[in-house]
């Protein structure tokens, strides 16, 4: 994230499997390194331009829809997910709130599978994804998982993925 353009024109969402007692501090610290605004959803927040949203610990994050806007909210975890914030919920969930064609979804490292159905659903209603490559991912489960299943659009290390989102940002 912190080769993210301070101009990116998109919102982020960021599902990151953590407890809740890190997510604030791992928000505060990723804005101090980026050119983007990063802030921990802790509730119902419009999406905006050019920030990162990261899910709360503890809870998953969904995009909705909300007087006729996008917004992103904190909602209590679904026990049918295994780990949380869910990727699974959270790609489904933008899936339910915006056409398909206008979504990207990368998926980094991580041990298991949680997002590789979603994604690999995004991509044929005609989402963009993004995996890591393994080259660059410390545990490859679900980034691999991905590549799997025939998800991922585009395979990268780590350094080059924001080179990508620049460029489909221009």
Do not use: Y
């Not at 890190?22 to 605004?37: E, G, H, I, P, Y």
């Not at 999406?47 to 998953?60: E, S, Y």
């Not at 969930?93 to 998926?107: D, G, I, T």
């Amino acid at each position: 994230m912190p080769k993210l353009r301070e101009d990116f024109p998109w919102p982020i969402i960021v599902a990151q499997h953590m407890p809740r007692a890190f997510t604030a501090s791992f928000a505060a610290r990723l804005n101090d390194l980026c050119q983007v605004n990063v802030v921990e959803v802790d509730g119902r927040l419009p999406l905006r331009r050019g920030c990162v949203f990261i899910g709360r610990g503890g809870a998953d994050v969904v995009i909705e829809k909300s007087l006729g806007r996008l917004v992103v909210n904190c909602v209590d975890e679904d026990r049918e997910h295994l780990w949380h914030p869910s990727v699974e919920r959270l790609v489904r969930s933008a899936m339910a709130s915006m056409e398909p064609s206008k979504l990207v979804a990368v998926q980094l490292t991580g041990m298991g599978n949680d997002g590789a159905v979603a994604m690999t659903e995004l991509r044929a209603a005609g989402g963009r994804t993004i995996a890591e490559h393994e080259s660059s991912a410390i545990v490859n489960g679900m980034p691999g998982e991905l590549v799997r299943l025939g998800g991922a659009e585009r395979v990268l290390p780590s350094d080059a993925i924001a080179d990508q989102l620049n460029a489909w940002t221009r």
